[in-house]
């Protein structure tokens, strides 16, 4: 599966963004979708998982801000990014999850200023 990352860009504190990961092929049986980070000196981290079943998970610091979907028919997961802080700036990457391997998307960088 090829995992192809979009939307980042330059916001300042407080505005929104809106990723978009585009799978090479049908993501309705990929187990885990999902958006990772890192910013710079940092390691890489969760932000926000969807299952198949639609089931999410949100790590705390993005908690009420970030909603994540999914839209089978496009073979696109979203991350919708509101009231974004200085913090949240790093390269965001898209990961999807089968039973036997992971995939990695290229990465699109968030900045945000104060």
């Known amino acids: 599966v090829q995992l192809q990352a979009s939307g980042g860009g330059l916001v300042q504190a407080g505005g929104s963004l809106r990723l978009s990961c585009e799978a090479s092929?049908?993501?309705?049986?990929?187990?885990?979708m999902g958006w990772y980070r890192q910013a710079p000196g940092k390691q890489r981290e969760l932000v926000s998982v969807i299952t198949s079943r639609g089931s999410t998970n949100y790590a705390d610091s993005v908690k009420g801000r970030f909603t994540i979907s999914r839209d089978n028919a496009k073979d696109t997961v979203y991350l919708q990014m509101n009231s974004l802080k200085p913090e949240d700036t790093a390269v965001y990457y898209c990961n999807a999850a089968t039973v036997v391997r992971e995939y990695w998307g290229q990465g699109t960088l968030v900045t945000v200023s104060s």
């Open positions: 092929r049908s993501i309705f049986s990929i187990n885990r």
